[in-house]
T-cell receptor, first 113, second 115 residues
Framework: AQSVTQLGSHVSVSEGALVLLRCNYS??????LFWYVQYPNQGLQLLLK??????LVKGINGFEAEFKKSETSFHLTKPSAHMSDAAEYFC???????????FGKGTMLLVSP | GAGVSQSPSNKVTEKGKDVELRCDPI?????LYWYRQRLGQGLEFLIY????????KSGLPSDRFSAERTGESVSTLTIQRTQQEDSAVYLC?????????????FGQGTRLTVV
């Protein structure tokens, strides 16, 4: 069975600081991994996804994530936070041959000036 | 339409009443999912439709919950005899259904409040 753990329900950073949101997964087969973002009062939208090509994946708005099989991790980073990055971020996993996405509990990113 | 559409956007109902939530997926998307998002929780999988295959209902929390889908179009999620713990945002998503590495597109959700 697949599962996702996101460490930290809330992460606070200053504008311009590094953003690091952690995600660890459990999967019995090679996974597909996703990061979604949810802005206040909006639906979820895809930031980036890993589908067994390059292990370093670049997404929208300057975010990127690195797939590390040995650590079963897919942490999300951004070199310099912007106020507009304040949102809730969800990591998700699916497995080849089955399309259901399993989500983590989410991490709320707070950006202060 | 351009995206996944859900209605109503907000629903307040009395405990014990039945409610019906609607989802219009993106045209041509064969896969459709329902998720529940409780306050402070992640997205909880409820049910998955893929084309004409039997739906995966493994996430439905009780027999008060049911969902239907007409072909590859509209889906309705029905909650009977609502309870306060059913209060949550119900999210619908669709994708082309070509494989599990394809992006799921989400609607903006229906916020259900049971009083």
């Amino acid at each position: 069975a697949q599962s996702v753990t996101q460490l930290g329900s809330h992460v606070s950073v200053s504008e311009g600081a590094l953003v690091l949101l952690r995600c660890n997964y459990s999967s019995s087969v090679p996974p597909y991994l996703f990061w979604y973002v949810q802005y206040p009062n909006q639906g979820l939208q895809l930031l980036l996804k890993y589908t067994s090509a390059a292990t370093l994946v670049k997404g929208i708005n300057g975010f990127e994530a690195e797939f590390k099989k040995s650590e079963t991790s897919f942490h999300l980073t951004k070199p310099s936070a912007h106020m507009s990055d304040a949102a809730e971020y969800f990591c998700a996993v699916s497995e080849e041959g089955y399309s259901t996405l399993t989500f983590g509990k989410g991490t709320m990113l707070l950006v202060s000036p | 339409g351009a995206g996944v559409s859900q209605s109503p956007s907000n629903k307040v109902t009395e405990k014990g009443k039945d409610v019906e939530l609607r989802c219009d997926p993106i045209s041509g998307h064969t896969a459709l999912y329902w998720y529940r998002q409780r306050l402070g929780q992640g997205l909880e999988f409820l049910i998955y439709f893929q084309g004409n295959s039997a739906p995966d209902k493994s996430g439905l929390p009780s027999d008060r919950f049911s969902a239907e889908r007409t072909g590859e179009s509209v889906s309705t999620l029905t909650i009977q005899r609502t309870q306060q713990e059913d209060s949550a945002v119900y999210l619908c998503a669709s994708n082309p259904g070509w494989g599990s590495d394809t992006e799921a597109f989400f609607g903006q959700g229906t916020r259900l409040t049971v009083v």
